[in-house]
């Protein structure tokens, strides 16, 4: 199989393409995880209930449930991301890494639950700061917003010491 | 007002979020973004790929948008500067992505090619999408108020002309590749 990878800065300007195009005809910026805290809240109805759901100000005002631009952009992200590893044969069930694995053992069992709680933590986060590595760190930053790049620099930061802390072991892997 | 150039609404809108992301998810994954290991190295220094993707989409996003904006052509989207909610938001996040070793567009990015840890990570971020929403009357009441400065951009932030701040904007991403490709030949 040959490498699959583009070079990363021709990525980089493609999503910069992207992004102006984004702007320009459909009036949005790039971003997930509004539409991720949608998605939360059509799994939250089963649980709490569709009442709960739609009285909460959270979902009702922020993320309301539906399929719309923000919901529909996750859709096509897991497609396109599905079509690209289909297209070059990287599709693979695993959940292996050599830095988890450096630090923590193969324990298929320990990497899910690590990663559950990460899910957890980011999307807390993301939600609290208004926006994700998409929102805030592309789209927030490239218009020079204050909060986009406070939001990079804080979160770059924090996961520098959060990654000396967790994989600090690991550095040769 | 909607900006002369939007011309996709209603149902061609729908169709536009669908190729739009499709075109994310597909760039994520080809490059390279997708891979847990080369998420966790960048905090380490050692795997410079997701800066070097990032930098050059706010580079040339920001100088495209700038460029249409100026013409009327386009509108930003600015999000709040509320101190506490995004400083504290950010931290838990870096916490967050080097746990789970995704971001929330590339982790459901790699459950498109097969990861499980992702897929796990997935469901985590709907835990917390359901935690937030019960939270956020309390967040709303006590965090996001501290340190609200609304939608404020560094133009106005810095007191600087808008083309300034661009060029800025560009000498600090060519600074930070030549950087990046310094301490890429030292490794």
Avoid at chain 1, 79 to 94: H, N
Avoid at chain 1, 146 to 158: C, P, Q, R, Y
Avoid at chain 2, 69 to 98: E, P, R, S
Wanted: glycine share 14%; with cysteine.
């Amino acid at each position: 199989m040959k490498n699959p990878r583009w070079n990363p800065y021709v990525v980089g300007v493609l999503i910069g393409l992207l992004s102006i195009v984004t702007f320009s005809v459909a009036n949005k910026p790039l971003g997930m995880s509004t539409g991720l805290a949608q998605a939360a809240g059509a799994c939250a109805m089963p649980i709490l209930g569709s009442d709960q759901v739609a009285a909460n100000t959270y979902w009702a005002k922020t993320a309301i449930p539906a399929w719309d631009y923000s919901t529909l952009f996750l859709v096509g992200t897991m497609a396109g991301a599905l079509l690209s590893a289909l297209l070059c044969g990287a599709f693979k069930v695993s959940s292996e890494s050599s830095v988890w694995i450096a630090s923590f053992g193969p324990s298929k069992a320990k990497r899910l639950v690590a990663a559950f709680l990460g899910g957890i933590i980011i999307m807390y986060g993301a939600r609290l700061a208004d926006g994700c590595t998409s929102g805030h760190g592309i789209s927030g930053c490239l218009q020079l917003a204050v909060s986009g790049w406070l939001f990079f620099i804080v979160m770059f930061a924090s996961g520098i010491l959060t990654a000396k802390l967790l994989y600090g072991r690991s550095v040769q892997a | 007002m909607m900006p002369f150039l939007a011309f996709l609404t209603g149902s061609e809108l729908l169709w536009a979020a669908v190729g739009f992301g499709l075109l994310f998810g597909f760039l994520l994954h080809r490059g390279g973004v997708t891979d847990f290991d080369v998420i966790v190295r960048l905090f380490q220094f050692r795997d410079f790929t997701v800066l070097k993707v990032m930098m050059t989409a706010i580079a040339v996003g920001g100088v495209g948008i700038a460029i249409l904006h100026g013409q009327d052509l386009a509108q930003y989207h600015i999000k709040a500067t509320n101190l506490l909610a995004v400083g504290l938001g950010a931290a838990i996040f870096g916490v967050g992505m080097v746990l789970y070793g995704y971001c929330p567009g590339t982790g459901l990015a790699a459950v498109a090619t097969g990861r499980m840890d992702a897929l796990a990570g997935l469901a985590g971020m709907m835990v917390g999408g359901i935690a937030y929403a019960l939270t956020f009357d309390w967040v709303a009441a006590n965090i996001l108020p501290v340190g609200a400065y609304g939608k404020l951009r560094l133009p106005e932030l810095l007191g600087l002309p808008e083309w300034v701040c661009y060029a800025g904007l560009v000498a600090m991403a060519a600074g930070i590749f030549a950087l990046v490709a310094k301490a890429e030949k030292k490794a």
